[in-house]
């Protein structure tokens, strides 16, 4: 027999069904931040390798914002030129930019150690780890904010490969091969080739051919694989040196505007935040793809000699490091900063070099012969 229901059995159920039918409604509109749309110029040329990468950080944050938070990309050149994206962002001329310290290092040479500095033994990813969790990212905020006085909010995304020491006329098989060369780079990376005996001139890239039709210059370092291609490089050089510890261990930058990113909902602020840690992922990922493929390219189809830069270079380099160093530790800011990156690679890199597997072994097992070296 079936049991009554009574009237406070059926209001308490009736109330339970409403509830739940409220929360089902509710579930797909969980975020109740305003739609917002931020303007962020790059220092990257519109059809950059770096503008595809910029991209990606951007499809990211949009699609986590649910459409909630649209991010109008724009390449160098679109608003500011790019070396001034820092300042056009201080002042909200721009809400954001992507970039690198590198460009604005001349203000304080601290912000080397963010994409320009010494090697101590750790890599890229390592240092990349150190920006997150070994104190890093609390010195760059007291550098921009506090020493520079700047209206900004950074984050960090994609440790890049190593930059190659670049192309020359010839095959350079030792560090005395390279005094009196006339070689092109840039920032910091300038006085490390100078303690070296190179003749150094910072040309930027548009710059590079004509000086090596007029004869300023015999060789330049560029940046990768790709972007190197793309420039040109193979049509005058056929001798690529990779391998080298000028600069070694860079980042892209993403800044923002304080004022704009404090006035944002938490929960965009969180997503532009850790959009960069999944950019990062997606950005190397990315860089794997192109810069192996471009090599090969290079190699196959260019007829370039690809070199693994040589011992006593690598040892020069370190050197004349030691004594930029020296120079630079003055300043006690910077002696800040390099000693807490210091610090970390020393047990950092530790692990990583006691316990990783040797890949050359490995590589050399299934491919034997192709390595240069």
């Known amino acids: 027999m079936k049991k009554p229901t009574s009237r406070r059995g059926f209001l308490t159920g009736a109330a339970g069904v409403?509830?739940?039918?409220?929360?089902?409604?509710?579930?797909p509109n969980v975020?109740?931040?305003?739609?917002a749309t931020l303007k962020l110029q790059t220092s990257w040329g519109a059809t950059s390798t770096f503008q595809d990468l910029a991209r990606q950080y951007v499809e990211r944050v949009e699609a986590m914002a649910g459409g909630?938070?649209?991010?109008?990309?724009?390449?160098?050149?679109?608003?500011?030129?790019?070396?001034?994206?820092?300042?056009?962002?201080?002042?909200?001329?721009?809400?954001?930019?992507?970039?690198?310290?590198?460009?604005?290092y001349a203000k304080n040479r601290a912000a080397a150690l963010f994409g320009l500095g010494p090697v101590f033994g750790a890599n890229a990813s390592q240092i990349l780890a150190w920006i997150h969790y070994g104190g890093g990212k609390e010195l760059y905020?007291?550098?921009?904010?506090g020493v520079l006085k700047l209206n900004l909010v950074g984050f960090f995304c994609m440790p890049m490969p190593a930059q190659p020491l670049g192309w020359f006329k010839f095959h350079i098989e030792n560090a005395d091969q390279?005094?009196?060369l006339s070689y092109r780079t840039v920032g910091l990376a300038a006085a490390i080739m100078?303690?070296?005996?190179?003749?150094?001139?910072?040309?930027?890239g548009s710059e590079i051919m004509p000086a090596l039709e007029r004869g300023d210059i015999d060789a330049f370092e560029f940046n990768n694989p790709t972007v190197d291609r793309r420039f040109g490089a193979q049509d005058?050089?056929?001798?690529?040196?990779?391998?080298?510890y000028h600069q070694a261990a860079e980042f892209f930058e993403i800044i923002f505007n304080k004022d704009r990113f404090d006035g944002l909902p938490k929960e965009h602020q969180a997503i532009l935040e850790y959009a960069a840690e999944a950019a990062s992922t997606a950005n190397y990922g990315r860089a794997m793809d192109l810069y192996s493929t471009d090599l090969r390219k290079l190699i196959d189809e260019h007829g370039v000699n690809v070199y693994r830069t040589?011992?006593?270079?690598?040892?020069?380099?370190?050197d004349s490091w030691d004594k930029v160093l020296e120079r630079l530790n003055q300043d006690p800011f910077f002696k800040k900063v390099a000693d807490s990156q210091k610090s970390w690679a020393e047990r950092v890199a530790f692990y990583d070099i006691v316990n990783a597997a040797d890949h050359k072994l490995a590589y050399d097992h299934h491919f034997p012969g192709k390595l240069p070296f």
């Open 178 to 180: 390279l005094q009196g």
């Open 194 to 204: 100078q303690g070296m005996g190179l003749k150094v001139s910072q040309l930027r």
């Open 141 to 145: 905020q007291e550098l921009v904010q």
């Open 31 to 35: 975020s109740r931040a305003q739609t």
């Open 310 to 318: 040589a011992q006593s270079i690598l040892e020069a380099q370190l």
């Open 236 to 244: 005058v050089s056929k001798h690529y040196h990779l391998g080298s």
């Open 18 to 27: 409403a509830a739940g039918g409220a929360a089902a409604v509710a579930l």
């Open 68 to 104: 909630r938070l649209k991010i109008d990309l724009l390449p160098s050149g679109a608003v500011v030129k790019a070396f001034q994206v820092q300042e056009a962002c201080h002042k909200g001329v721009l809400d954001a930019a992507h970039t690198v310290t590198s460009l604005w």
